[in-house]
């Protein structure tokens, strides 16, 4: 779906996370989000702390986890958990998510004790696998999944030819990239969580993701392993909405 503007992304997806997580907890009584660093989501988050959606969300069900995240602190700036802190669990205009439901990646906690990344990873996964429903290939089923798209075509932490795709692992260490800003070692969910997501939402703004975007969604499948494929088309799939504004759809064949 293209969208004149990224306020108007913003809205649609906003609404969209707030059904995905209100429909879940009234299933089963808990929603587990997936979230997504970038600068995109941050407009969702001041949406999601606003009426009408804050009341249309029972927030005490409500789980936090993110898909990845950079090997830093949670109050490192360039941490995916920051804006969650600023903007959806801010303490004067947040949302009541109880504070033992958020589940950053234990990146601070593994700097500080010099615990590493691996351990991170390892960590993390275990934590998802014990807390989060698992699907009969036993991956956490998380309902939502929020993706954001590089420049370069990656999800998640998941650059082109990583080693996380194909991986038995649940959660990887992803040296820091070199092609790619910023250059931070990063954690990561192996992408076959979208393999068993309940809904994935993928946002691309700007026109500097046009090219890729059109390639991700209208070119020819890539085998997203090759130095030279492209992980965003792990989420070109039924269960996933793409919702672009203007600008990233500029290049597309079609725009529903
Ligand atoms: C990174 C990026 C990346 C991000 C996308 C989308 O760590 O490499 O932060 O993972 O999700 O680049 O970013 P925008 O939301 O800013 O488009």
């Not at 299933?27 to 970038?38: I, N």
């Not at 070199?178 to 990063?186: A, K």
């Not at 269960?239 to 672009?244: D, E, F, H, I, K």
């Amino acid at each position: 779906m293209v969208f004149a503007d990224p306020d108007l992304l913003a809205d649609a997806a906003a609404g969209r996370v707030a059904d995905a997580l209100a429909a879940a907890a009234a299933e089963r009584g808990r929603a587990d989000l997936a979230t997504t660093g970038g600068s995109t989501p941050a407009a969702l988050y001041v949406r999601l702390t606003s009426e009408p959606l804050r009341s249309r969300v029972p927030w005490a069900a409500v789980h936090v986890w993110w898909g990845d995240d950079r090997y830093v602190p949670r109050d490192h700036p360039l941490s995916n958990v920051f804006a969650v802190d600023e903007i959806l669990l801010d303490e004067a205009h947040g949302v009541p998510i109880p504070v033992e439901h958020v589940h950053p990646w234990p990146a601070g906690r593994a700097i500080a004790e010099e615990l590493g990344p691996a351990w991170c990873a390892t960590t993390y996964a275990a934590e998802a696998r014990e807390q989060v429903p698992l699907d009969p290939a036993g991956l956490p089923s998380f309902d939502l999944v929020l993706l954001g798209i590089g420049p370069d075509g990656h999800l998640l932490s998941v650059f082109p030819g990583s080693p996380a795709i194909g991986s038995d692992e649940l959660a990887l260490a992803i040296p820091a990239p070199t092609h790619i800003e910023p250059h931070l070692p990063r954690v990561t969910f192996n992408p076959s969580i979208l393999d068993a997501a309940g809904a994935i939402l993928a946002m691309v703004t700007g026109g500097a993701k046009a090219e890729v975007l059109a390639r991700i969604l209208d070119g020819p499948r890539l085998d997203p392993a090759a130095s030279k494929g492209l992980p965003g088309q792990l989420a070109r799939r039924g269960s996933a909405s793409w919702l672009v504004d203007a600008a990233a759809g500029a290049r597309l064949r079609s725009k529903g």
